[in-house]
Each structure stands twice: as C-alpha cells, then as structure tokens.
C-alpha cells in the first residue's frame, strides 16, 4: 500500500461547477500538505501548501486537512478551461515528500 | 526570469548507453532535488543536495545512477548503463532555505523525458 493514495481520474467538468479532489494517506508524521498542479509536459508547479488541520483559501481555491482521519482535499470554485491539468497532492515528512499519482482533470468550455 | 533549466528536453537511447541530463538551479537556491516520474509509480525522489552536498540518495539505483553538483550552477544525474526501465521523465527542483520547510517552495524544471530503447 502506498503511503499516498489518490484516485488518478478522469474527472471531466462542466466550466464554472466546482472541482473536489482528494488524498489519503497512512504515516502520521506528515506535516505539511501540499498541492501541485502539473500542465501536460510541464513541470510541477506549488499551488497550496498547509500546515496543520484546517482550511486555506486563496482566491478560487481551498485546501481542507483533516489529520485525524488522514484525508486532505482541494477544492476549485467556479471552474475554468485554464483550470484543466493534472492535480499531485504531495507530503513532507522531514524534507521528503511524497506524492499521490495525480489526478487528471479536464474543465469542458 | 528566473526558473530551473533541464537540458536535454528529450533523449532517445539505446540500451547500454551512458546518459547524462543536467540541471541549473535557480540562481541563489541551495537545495535540488531529483524526481523521476513515470505512469505506474508516479513522483519518486532520487536525490536531494543542500549547499551542494548530498543528503539523501537512497531512491536511486547506486549500480547504475550517479548524482553530483560540481558547483553551485550545475547538477548532473547520470545513468550508466541505461536500461529500457529507466524511461521516465526526470525532473530537477531547486529551493532555498535553512530548514527543512525549504521543500514546500521547490520549483520544477520542464523535465528531461527519456527513452531508451
């Protein structure tokens, strides 16, 4: 078993619904939660990071950690074509992190 | 504009074939990373240097990969002899900072996708 578990998709949406993606994960001693977005043939790029159960808002998206249950999503508002990419939840425990597989997600115009 | 470069973008090798790919962090950074991403295992770290000096390099294969940074401007992560498993796409990330919280400000490079045949 992995130690972050992320459901690779498909996930196709129509512009403007809001996105949810989510991760699971097994070792406790992950502290800060991140999340990538990676463009087709591109590089990862650091959209949120958290530290710590709870939310984080910026702009039209939120990052939620729940440690207790070991579950992180990010949600995306109001949706857009710009918005299609590959989404990695990622993990640090001391320098190291550890990625989900990413899952893909497509915004319909 | 700063960012991290990968050179080359893409490379086709044969089997048995020594590769080298090259990274040039961004400039005041002292930490780089190498990732190798494929489709059945994803993310995986090979390496990780700070000022230079190599910490952690139990992801990677010790027969056949070598990881260096000969200055502060260059990274290289060698493959000898390449295998037709090693196809992937390798990336370099670079950050700066004292403490480990570093690794939540990495910035990738474009990747070098390699494929031996």
């Known amino acids: 078993q992995k130690e972050v578990e992320q459901d690779p998709g498909p996930l196709s949406v129509p512009e403007g619904a809001i996105v949810s993606l989510n991760c699971t994960y097994s070792?406790?001693?992950?502290?800060?939660f991140m999340w990538y977005r990676q463009y087709s043939r591109k590089g990862p790029e650091l959209l949120m990071y958290t530290y710590s159960s709870g939310n984080k808002e910026d702009g039209r998206f939120t990052a939620q950690v729940d440690k207790s249950s070991k579950y992180i999503s990010l949600f995306i508002r109001d949706s857009q074509p710009s918005d299609s990419a590959t989404y990695l939840c990622?993990?640090?425990?001391?320098?190291?992190?550890?990625f989900g597989a990413g899952t893909t997600v497509t915004v319909r115009a | 504009d700063a960012r991290v470069t990968q050179t080359p973008r893409h490379k086709v090798t044969e089997m048995g074939q020594e590769v080298t790919m090259r990274c040039q962090p961004i400039l005041g950074h002292n930490t780089v990373f190498w990732y190798r991403q494929t489709m059945m295992q994803g993310l995986e770290l090979l390496a990780y240097?700070?000022?230079?000096?190599?910490?952690?390099d139990s992801g990677m294969p010790k027969d056949r990969f070598s990881a260096e940074m000969p200055d502060a401007t260059l990274a290289t992560l060698k493959i000898q002899p390449s295998e037709p498993r090693d196809s992937a796409v390798y990336f370099c990330a670079s950050g700066s900072g004292q403490g480990v919280r570093m690794n939540t400000e990495a910035f990738f490079g474009q990747g070098t996708r390699l494929t031996v045949v």
């Open positions: 070792n406790s001693a992950f502290q800060y």
């Open positions: 240097f700070r000022n230079r000096a190599p910490l952690d």
């Open positions: 990622a993990m640090e425990d001391d320098y190291k992190l550890s």
